[in-house]
């Protein structure tokens, strides 16, 4: 006998699991919602901070998205080859180390 997803999603049935799932899904939304809206605010400060034309404007939400594109396509190769545990842990070190280290020349370059 083969069963069809709806015939195995109903045999399975709706527990703890799913919630969890569906809560992390759910938190992983709202966190793409508030980096879209923060790209909203960003984008119009910096464009009177730096006296920047409206399409360096566009270019700095360009670029967000271009990152995202490319970071997620090489990561995800990364992951699929070697887990994904060990290179979520790298790829974070790798990160806030980057941003411990522009820390300080961020302030530099501002006041």
Partial sequence: ????????LVKMGFGRLQYLVLAYA??????????MMILSFVGPALKSA?????AQESLIT????????VGAYSWG???????RR???FIHNLIILSLLQNNSNIFD???C
């Avoid at 759910?26 to 980096?35: H, L, S, T």
């Avoid at 730096?50 to 409206?54: D, E, N, T, V």
């Avoid at 360009?62 to 594109?69: K, P, W, Y």
């Fill in 108 to 110: 530099f370059y501002v």
């Fill in 77 to 83: 190769m990364v992951s699929d080859k070697f887990g």
């Fill in 86 to 88: 060990y290179y979520h």
């Fill in 62 to 69: 360009t670029v967000v998205f271009a990152g995202m594109l």
């Fill in 50 to 54: 730096w006296h920047l034309s409206s």
């Fill in 26 to 35: 759910g938190m992983g939304w709202v966190a793409e919602a508030m980096e």
């Fill in 1 to 8: 006998m083969t069963y069809t997803v709806d015939d195995a």
